[in-house]
């Protein structure tokens, strides 16, 4: 992936990415609340060793000592420091807890030691660190006397006495939140990227384009301005073939898109045609549910009881079309749409209108579409972007069978998240609000 990829995952996975961030940032929180606060004191002695007056003997003391430093710098964590500072300052901690907070470190070729002390509060890390000191110095002492008459062969010196701590030395909190920052932005990022190879669904027309060996003959965009143009542009595509008078808007999506048949339809009759819209989706969801005109016949009652034409195709003057409602729809329904009846139906409506405009379930629900494409010049199918997979569309494609010449295009179709009702105004134009 490149850098404009990243970024048009990043732009279309950011409520992952913003998620996931919030989460780690969060923890990191958390579990600085659980951390408690220390203080660290330190304190600096400089091991010396008993020697000669000449400065071949103060040379010989200086490296004896260096040596001496890798065992005393053992000896500041040992078992035996803790218990005796335990015993004289009464902690109620384990020795073990007490070796833990000690911290001893010497600059190599120097006879410096350094020794910190934790503690949970500030005067406390001062007292450990002292007295961690004095009985480092005490045992020194005891190890370095040869005889209990004679000085020690070592010497410990204070340099630094131990001070009370300003602030407190944990826990690391700009360490830890920027640790959760990074987390969250690298965590969100690769879940983005998860999530987007893992998602199949078609999200522009080009994507569409892809899956089809037919063209992409329009991208209608609900409530923006550019719908009612990419309408047009349809329309005029399919008025340049005079032959073709009547149109199937197959749905290769699993739900139904009234929508793009209400469009066009008002498309067609703005442009003078005389124009009927057919619902004839079994599934109870195509253009009849927009519809505010009410009825006692439709396509169902057509096709049942052989009731005359004119009592079920009524006007729709408010887009300036004719609307043959679906009816109320039963289980014999599906099988008369590939009636002959249903062929009678088709070539009435065509001596009477210019243009049909059919619309059916579904190709995924129903098994409307293929008799249906029979009664009609040419089928389009229609895609929803955002909703609909390439998995979805290829199994819808192969009802048609492969190359099949009755599927002439396709039209693609975006809901916006805010439902605007503009298909069922004249010209399919916004308003504005």
């Not at 249903?342 to 995924?364: G, Q, W």
Request: charged content about 20%; hydrophobic content about 40%.
């Amino acid at each position: 992936m490149g850098l404009i990829d990243f970024w048009h995952v990043t732009k279309r996975r950011w409520p992952i990415i913003a998620t996931i961030f919030v989460i780690c940032v969060g923890a990191s929180f958390a579990y600085l609340r659980t951390l408690p606060v220390t203080y660290t004191a330190s304190s600096t002695c400089y091991i010396t060793m008993a020697t000669g007056t000449s400065v071949n003997d103060s040379y010989q003391g200086g490296l004896a000592a260096q040596q001496r430093v890798r065992s005393y710098v053992d000896l500041v964590t040992s078992e035996t420091v803790a218990q005796h500072v335990k015993d004289q300052l009464a902690l109620n901690v384990s020795t073990a807890e007490l070796r833990n907070a000690i911290t001893v470190s010497s600059p190599p070729a120097t006879t410096l030691v350094e020794i910190s002390v934790r503690a949970s509060t500030a005067n406390g890390a001062r007292q450990l660190t002292n007295e961690v000191m004095s009985q480092f110095r005490a045992l020194v002492d005891q190890l370095e006397t040869i005889q209990s008459d004679s000085a020690p062969a070592a010497r410990v010196a204070v340099v630094d006495q131990a001070q009370v701590p300003s602030a407190p030395s944990g826990p690391q909190s700009k360490r830890i939140l920027v640790l959760g920052v990074l987390a969250g932005l690298v965590l969100g990022l690769f879940a983005a990227i998860g999530r987007h190879r893992l998602d199949r669904r078609l999200r522009t027309s080009h994507e569409v384009a892809k899956l089809l060996t037919v063209p992409v003959l329009a991208h209608v965009e609900e409530g923006k301005p550019t719908a009612a143009g990419e309408l047009r542009r349809l329309r005029t595509r399919l008025t340049d073939d005079r032959r073709i008078r009547s149109v199937l808007l197959a749905p290769l999506s699993p739900q139904s898109r009234p929508e793009v048949a209400i469009g066009l339809a008002q498309s067609l009759g703005d442009a003078g045609a005389r124009v009927v819209l057919v619902d004839a989706d079994t599934t109870g969801h195509g253009s009849s549910v927009h519809l505010t005109l009410q009825s006692a016949t439709g396509l169902s009652e057509l096709l049942r009881l052989a009731t005359p034409l004119d009592d079920a195709v009524l006007p729709w003057e408010e887009a300036g079309i004719w609307v043959l409602p679906v009816g109320a729809l039963d289980k014999h329904t599906p099988d008369l749409l590939a009636s002959r009846r249903f062929a009678d139906i088709m070539a009435k409506l065509r001596s009477e209108f210019d243009h049909i405009v059919l619309e059916c379930a579904p190709v995924a629900a129903a098994a409307d579409a293929v008799p249906l494409a029979r009664n009609c010049d040419t089928t389009l199918g229609v895609v929803e972007l955002g909703r609909t997979t390439s998995p979805q569309v290829t199994d819808a494609l192969t009802a048609f069978g492969p190359d099949d010449p009755r599927l002439s295009g396709v039209v693609v179709y975006t809901h916006p998240k805010r439902k605007r009702n503009w298909l069922s105004r004249p010209g399919g134009a916004p308003d504005g609000k």
